[in-house]
């Protein structure tokens, strides 16, 4: 009897369900509608009164919209639809009542019904391009459920290139919102890629970042951060790091500062006004070799100093010398 009834209950709505179908059992619907008289013919038609409620509550693209609630407030919204529609079938069961009556009765209920359930807590919605977001989920009343976002675990692979010896940080973060026993889960491999057989765990907590104080050359690779939530996977974001060598760096600003000096006059290029100019700041290696460079050619000069200076007041002894020794020669001969 009621496989024959869901039948037909279904065959007048059709297809498609609605916020009233998900909520009304089939049998308070058949109360409902038990004494539907269409006044142009003055006969009972149940099936008139089905039209009417597909109409006023499959139809309304306000009902749907109003359906569209957070995870967990799907029970919210069948008590205020019971709430509407209940009182309506203890009063018109065994009864009969015009269509006019049904009509205007019926469409007090769904705006009574989309002025409650707009003030439910709406879902926070999906945040792209990845995560298992449980929070995000919208209760459909086309499906009687709730739709899930649909993105995949995986994150794309986020690039990071720092100097050698440089401080860098990475971040387990995501746009939604996470359970308060989330656990998370730092894994690293030498190659660029997502595959989990090529990643070996790190470290096991709660913390959501990752820090080098120091990067060095076998830093390079990939880090992948998995978000869990009672032993089930949420998220998965991938970092792949790229260390540059120092003598790298050095090489390539050498080469910039030889270039600008084979440009006419050794001038360096015009920046375009509408580029931002930036100031250029040679490395710290770059700047020990130049200051170390100029101490040497300055200790060179005073020792060049010196030695002339030595050399001039030994010239000056060597003549008065000679001098002395000349005017005893006169003497001599003299006397």
Request: aromatic share 12%; hydrophobic share 40%; glycine share 4%.
């Amino acid at each position: 009897m009621f496989v024959l009834k869901l039948v037909f209950f279904s065959s007048v709505f059709g297809t498609a369900l609605n916020c009233y179908q998900c909520f009304i059992d089939v049998d308070d619907s058949l109360r409902l509608c038990w004494g539907h008289i269409l006044t142009k013919y003055n006969t009972r038609n149940v099936d008139s009164c089905f039209n009417t409620l597909d109409r006023i509550f499959n139809n309304e693209p306000k009902i749907i919209e109003a359906g569209k609630v957070g995870r967990g407030f799907d029970l919210m919204l069948r008590n205020i639809l019971l709430a509407e529609i209940m009182p309506i079938v203890e009063e018109f069961d065994q009864e009969t009542n015009e269509d006019t009556v049904y009509e205007f009765r019926l469409q007090a209920a769904a705006n009574n019904f989309i002025a409650e359930a707009s003030k439910l807590p709406r879902a926070s919605g999906c945040f792209p391009p990845c995560g298992f977001q449980e929070q995000g989920a919208v209760y459909n009343c086309m499906t009687c459920q709730y739709d899930s976002c649909e993105f995949p675990l995986d994150c794309p692979v986020k690039e990071i290139k720092i100097e050698e010896n440089n401080r860098t940080e990475m971040w387990c973060k995501v746009p939604f919102l996470l359970p308060t026993d989330a656990e998370i889960v730092w894994r690293y491999s030498v190659k660029k890629t997502v595959l989990m057989d090529h990643f070996k765990e790190v470290t096991v907590g709660v913390d959501p970042v990752y820090f080098i104080p120091s990067a060095r050359l076998e830093h390079s690779g990939t880090y992948q951060c998995e978000i869990f939530s009672q032993e089930h996977s949420l998220v998965r974001i991938y970092y792949y790091l790229t260390v540059v060598p120092l003598t790298q760096l050095s090489h390539a600003e050498l080469q910039d500062v030889f270039d600008h000096a084979l440009l006419p006059g050794g001038q360096f290029p015009h920046r375009s006004p509408t580029v931002p100019f930036t100031l250029w700041l040679p490395s710290p290696d770059l700047l020990t070799t130049c200051l170390t460079a100029v101490l040497l050619l300055i200790f060179l000069s005073l020792g060049v100093l010196f030695w002339l200076s030595c050399i001039r007041k030994t010239g000056n002894y060597d003549t008065e010398q000679d001098k002395e020794y000349t005017e005893r020669e006169i003497y001599l001969i003299h006397y």
